[in-house]
Each structure stands twice: as structure tokens, then as C-alpha cells.
């Protein structure tokens, strides 16, 4: 299992998850080169230790991970198990919506918390589109 299967499975609950399209950054094929990357259809997806995912996140988009999640949190969409798709809310049908880059956590499941925490390990997705808004969705790791 590649670290990016085992990362949506939830297994890796200390790593995030960063997708970078072809379209937002100019040398994904020397990223996908990396050994904690992994060439996806439309870019490439890094999955790297949370701290240092953070800092490589901020080094890459120049937005701090937690700020970004914070924005697009208020925005609920829907995004695909592999962070490279999904459909912003801002859409209304047009086409030209497209993930630029995304940032991912997975959080341990705690049934303290209830609700979809109570189930499992929960997904955390926050996605900068090429229309210049950010969403953000959630679900069970292994679900999707």
C-alpha cells in the first residue's frame, strides 16, 4: 500500500495530504520524482509529515494551512477521495472549475466527540479552485 492509499485509508493520521495541479504548480514531474509523492491524472499528491506538510504547504501556495482551512471551512463542497476533483459551490454549472491545490488532514476517530467522529477516522479536504474560492469537505477515511 503507497503512502497516499494508506493516508485515505486513515492510517496516517500524523501526515497531511497536499494536491498540487499541473495547472498551479510548473514541475510536478520533479515533484512526483519525490518519494513521499505520487503522480496523480492532473498533478501530483504529497503526503508528508504534518508539521513539515504545513511549512512545505505555506512554502508552495504562500498561505498559512491553517488560516486556508479555516477560510474554506466556511464554504462547504464536495471533494473527491483523491483531492484531485470535486465540484465548488461556486459553480452554478460553469464550466472552468478546477482544484488548484488542496490540503488534507486525517483526524483519529473519537467518540467523544460524536457524530462522524464516533464512526472513524474522519477526512479533512480544503481545496483552492481555479475560480479563486475555496471549500472544504469531510468524510470517513476508507469511505469514498
Not at 495541479?21 to 513521499?36: H, K, N, T
Not at 483526524?107 to 460524536?114: A, I, R, T
Not at 464516533?118 to 481555479?130: F, P, Q
Request: proline share 3%.
Amino acid at each position: 500500500m503507497s503512502d497516499y492509499d494508506a493516508y485515505l485509508a486513515g492510517d496516517r493520521t500524523d501526515d497531511v495530504a497536499l494536491y498540487l495541479s499541473e495547472s498551479y504548480v510548473s514541475d510536478v514531474e520533479q515533484l512526483a520524482d519525490r518519494d513521499d509523492a505520487e503522480r496523480v491524472d492532473s498533478g501530483v499528491v504529497l503526503v508528508v509529515d504534518g508539521e513539515r506538510g504545513r511549512s512545505v504547504f505555506q512554502k508552495i501556495t504562500g498561505m498559512g494551512a491553517m488560516d486556508f482551512g479555516s477560510a474554506a471551512m466556511d464554504d462547504p463542497g464536495h471533494v473527491d477521495r483523491d483531492l484531485a476533483g470535486g465540484e465548488c459551490p461556486h459553480a452554478d454549472g460553469d464550466a472552468g472549475h478546477s482544484p488548484q491545490f488542496a490540503f488534507s488532514f486525517a483526524e483519529p476517530k473519537n467518540e467523544e466527540v460524536g457524530g462522524l467522529y464516533a464512526e472513524g477516522d474522519v477526512i479533512h479536504a480544503y481545496v483552492y479552485c481555479s475560480c479563486g474560492e475555496s471549500y472544504s469537505d469531510k468524510w470517513l477515511a476508507g469511505e469514498r
